[in-house]
């Protein structure tokens, strides 16, 4: 049967197996190798997370201590890389810049055999935040920034080189909690995409850029941006509530709502919306929250969707001063540890990945040469 709009997009098929993440899983909801996501958003550390998916359990302190050693490590950037982000224009896309800083690393630190490949994904987790920033500043302060910073959490890594000042504990305690609830969601686009490439038995990186690629659309991780411009344009809850009737009206997409796997609700947005309020209100100015609560009002009323994990985390983001331009790229930074989580788990147990298609072109067709063609 060739697939309809509505059945189209592989929606409801299993394509694989994974030990790595539930989504929406009755009696269990989004959990990690087993961890319900609450627990983990409210008891652990990215760094803890990014453990137990990329090496396959939960550190012990001792680990953890060498682990975010280790990750402190990594941080710097080779001097050919420098050259290559300098190189992006100043206009280009940040998630572009991501891409283009995975791919060139894969030509300067090969991955080679597969023995490297938990090197490769600490590598990569510790060094993105590096190149994003390092592009962002050469081009907004016209600086060669240093990269290694000795702050011990990647959130906090990544908040002090964009603001060239440490962080407070709170907004570094959110971004750190975003980047968990960020870090794995099973067969999304994005990792199936690494998956495939993985599957031919190419490199890490080259999986990692393909995922990058398929992270950035709005349909995926670009939503995040979108529902930023979405809120900023109303200056008002009243404003908001019309606004977003008449875009419905004219069946336009209301970025940062509904889901391809929940039906109900986002399991992500609750702690995101909790966060945003938090930070609304250390702001002193409530407009965005209340902008965005009147949004998520509608969607639900007028069609029964809900906020996804994007809505909120635009504006958590945007109160600790992130450039919205840069929310995709900090999705990268987090997804990076189940995307690299993913390609390990597709090679211990690999098949080409290699679906059939319906074809639904003409039938048999005599070729007619060139000079003889109307
Ligand atoms: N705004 C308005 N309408 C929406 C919508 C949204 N965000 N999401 C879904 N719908 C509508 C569709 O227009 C469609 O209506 P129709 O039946 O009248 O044609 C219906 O709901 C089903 O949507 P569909 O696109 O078939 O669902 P999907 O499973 O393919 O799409 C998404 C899932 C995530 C791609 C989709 O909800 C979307 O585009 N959301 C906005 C982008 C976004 O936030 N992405 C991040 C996801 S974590």
Request: glycine content about 8%; overall charge negative; charged content about 20%.
């Given at each position: 049967?060739?697939?309809?709009?509505?059945?189209?997009?592989?929606?409801?098929?299993?394509?694989?197996?994974?030990?790595?993440?539930?989504?929406?899983?009755?009696?269990?909801?989004?959990?990690?190798?087993?961890?319900?996501?609450?627990?983990?958003?409210?008891?652990?550390?990215?760094?803890?997370?990014?453990?137990?998916?990329?090496?396959?359990?939960?550190?012990?302190?001792?680990?953890?201590?060498?682990?975010?050693?280790?990750?402190?490590?990594?941080?710097?950037?080779?001097?050919?890389?420098?050259?290559?982000?300098?190189?992006?224009?100043?206009?280009?896309?940040?998630?572009?810049?991501?891409?283009?800083?995975?791919?060139?690393?894969?030509?300067?630190?090969?991955?080679?055999?597969?023995?490297?490949?938990?090197?490769?994904?600490?590598?990569?987790?510790?060094?993105?935040?590096?190149?994003?920033?390092?592009?962002?500043?050469?081009?907004?302060?016209?600086?060669?920034?240093?990269?290694?910073?000795?702050?011990?959490?990647?959130a906090?890594?990544?908040l002090?080189?964009?603001?060239?000042?440490?962080?407070?504990?709170r907004h570094?305690k959110c971004l750190d909690t975003t980047l968990?609830l960020y870090?794995?969601?099973?067969?999304?686009?994005?990792?199936?995409?690494?998956?495939?490439?993985?599957?031919?038995?190419?490199?890490?990186?080259?999986?990692?850029?393909?995922?990058?690629?398929?992270?950035?659309?709005?349909?995926?991780?670009?939503?995040n941006?979108?529902a930023m411009?979405?809120i900023?344009?109303?200056?008002?809850?009243?404003?908001?509530?019309?606004?977003?009737?008449?875009?419905?009206?004219?069946?336009?997409?209301?970025?940062g709502?509904?889901?391809?796997?929940?039906?109900?609700?986002?399991?992500r947005n609750?702690v995101n919306k909790r966060m945003s309020k938090m930070l609304a209100n250390e702001a002193?100015?409530?407009?965005l929250y209340?902008?965005s609560?009147?949004?998520?009002?509608?969607?639900?009323?007028?069609?029964?969707?809900?906020a996804?994990a994007d809505f909120f985390a635009a504006s958590v983001y945007h109160f600790m001063g992130i450039?919205t331009?840069?929310f995709?790229?900090i999705f990268?930074?987090?997804?990076?540890?189940?995307?690299?989580?993913?390609?390990?788990?597709?090679?211990?147990?690999?098949?080409?990945?290699?679906?059939?298609?319906?074809?639904?072109?003409?039938?048999?067709?005599?070729?007619?040469?060139?000079?003889?063609?109307?």
């Amino acid at each position: 049967m060739t697939a309809s709009k509505k059945t189209g997009g592989l929606a409801g098929v299993t394509a694989g197996s994974t030990a790595l993440c539930t989504v929406g899983k009755e009696g269990a909801g989004l959990t990690y190798r087993g961890y319900d996501i609450y627990d983990l958003a409210d008891n652990a550390s990215f760094e803890e997370v990014a453990y137990l998916l990329t090496h396959g359990k939960l550190p012990n302190p001792a680990e953890l201590a060498a682990y975010i050693a280790r990750l402190k490590t990594l941080r710097g950037l080779p001097e050919k890389l420098r050259q290559v982000l300098e190189m992006i224009p100043a206009n280009a896309h940040p998630m572009d810049v991501q891409r283009t800083g995975v791919s060139f690393l894969g030509n300067i630190e090969p991955e080679g055999d597969f023995s490297n490949q938990v090197a490769v994904a600490d590598r990569l987790l510790a060094c993105l935040p590096s190149m994003l920033l390092y592009w962002h500043r050469f081009h907004q302060d016209r600086t060669r920034i240093e990269t290694e910073t000795d702050d011990d959490s990647v959130a906090g890594h990544f908040l002090h080189l964009l603001h060239d000042k440490p962080p407070s504990e709170r907004h570094r305690k959110c971004l750190d909690t975003t980047l968990i609830l960020y870090a794995e969601h099973e067969f999304n686009a994005s990792t199936f995409a690494g998956r495939v490439i993985t599957g031919t038995l190419s490199d890490m990186h080259s999986a990692i850029t393909g995922a990058i690629g398929a992270l950035r659309g709005p349909l995926h991780g670009g939503a995040n941006e979108a529902a930023m411009a979405l809120i900023e344009k109303f200056s008002s809850a009243d404003e908001a509530t019309a606004g977003v009737l008449g875009m419905l009206a004219r069946k336009e997409l209301i970025m940062g709502f509904g889901h391809r796997v929940y039906t109900t609700s986002d399991p992500r947005n609750a702690v995101n919306k909790r966060m945003s309020k938090m930070l609304a209100n250390e702001a002193g100015d409530m407009t965005l929250y209340d902008v965005s609560e009147a949004v998520e009002k509608v969607m639900w009323d007028e069609k029964k969707l809900f906020a996804n994990a994007d809505f909120f985390a635009a504006s958590v983001y945007h109160f600790m001063g992130i450039p919205t331009y840069l929310f995709t790229p900090i999705f990268v930074c987090s997804r990076i540890t189940g995307w690299t989580a993913h390609v390990m788990e597709q090679r211990a147990n690999n098949k080409l990945i290699r679906p059939a298609a319906d074809y639904i072109g003409p039938g048999l067709q005599k070729f007619v040469p060139i000079d003889e063609r109307k």
